[in-house]
């Protein structure tokens, strides 16, 4: 099992947001901590806006924050928004009539239960766990100790 890319930086998107608490985060911010670009990360922020893991406020001084606490927010919840694809093998998808052990293969259910842990797996992890080590994260992603905007504004 692989991650796409997708993912991978829709978690570092919300493990920044969990060490910026209390600020607003910018994605040209974000962008420059994991060096990346811009319109990647906007591309990535939408289904994270769409599936209430972060919200936008807009204006002047705008920028994302987390929509919920990082303790509420599992790994799970952004793989299962950022991935399109979880079949592991040929018989995992829906056109997969081919093979004549479809529906008795001891593989098909091995591979199914392995899904099943990595899923539970990644259900026990928040992106509080990944953020603990908030000022080393803070200090490895640039974050300054700026005064801390106000949490106000609206999606």
Known sequence: MRLTRQTNYAIRILM???????????????AAAYSVSELF???ILQPLVEH???E????RNGGV?????PVEI?????VRVTEENFAMAECFE????????????????ALRKALGAFFEVLASYTIEDLAKARFS???????????????AGGA
């Open 74 to 78: 599992t790994l799970f919840d952004v």
């Open 65 to 69: 924050r987390l929509a919920r606490p």
């Open 41 to 43: 990360l906007f591309k």
């Open 16 to 30: 920044y947001c969990a060490a910026n608490e209390g600020r607003l985060s910018r994605i040209p911010e974000i």
């Open 52 to 54: 209430k893991l972060v």
């Open 56 to 59: 936008t406020v807009r204006g």
């Open 137 to 151: 994260l803070r200090d490895r992603l640039g974050i300054s100790d700026l005064p801390r905007l106000a949490a």
């Open 94 to 109: 829906n056109d997969a009539t081919e093979c004549p052990l479809v529906d008795s293969c001891a593989l098909n259910e």
